[in-house]
């Protein structure tokens, strides 16, 4: 029989030994909002919308200004919740001590449309299936770049 201490102790041993199990597993990989993952294409499909997204960008990576590039969105809202959501939510790099004060970053914005939505859910579940190792928590849903959270 074991004292309450020794009991105690080797609570204590099981309990570290197990978190530092969980501890062992991969770090997720870090994404940019509005980044697309691996299976996803940059292919544009029927029905979906595109555009690139310029920002002039403060040393701190702080968007300072946004406009749309070329696009084929069907009005202007949409440019404009587009560079809301950038400006709110996306952060580029610090800028290196040779960098200038403002600096210029562009990124194409998918919005896929049907199409697009049900070939991306197929490679989804391909891309799981080819990479076991993966863990679906590393991944949630995709989010639309105008609404980057």
């Not at 587009?82 to 709110?88: I, P, V």
Request: hydrophobic residues 35%; aromatic residues 12%.
């Amino acid at each position: 029989m074991l004292s309450g201490m020794k009991r105690s102790l080797l609570g204590v041993c099981a309990a570290l030994l197990a978190s530092s199990a969980a501890f062992a597993q991969e770090v997720c990989p870090k994404w940019e909002p509005g980044a697309r993952y691996p299976w996803q294409s940059n292919e544009i499909m029927k029905g979906d919308l595109f555009g690139w997204v310029i920002m002039d960008v403060d040393r701190y990576g702080a968007p300072a200004s946004c406009r749309i590039g070329k696009n084929n969105f069907l009005d202007v809202e949409t440019g404009i919740f587009l560079c809301k959501n950038y400006s709110e939510r996306w952060r580029g790099p610090k800028a290196a001590e040779s960098d200038p004060d403002r600096r210029i970053f562009t990124r194409f914005s998918l919005i896929h449309g049907y199409d697009h939505l049900l070939a991306d859910r197929k490679a989804r579940k391909q891309w799981f299936k080819d990479h076991p190792e993966a863990r679906k928590e590393c991944y949630p849903e995709p989010t639309r770049p105008d609404r980057l959270g």
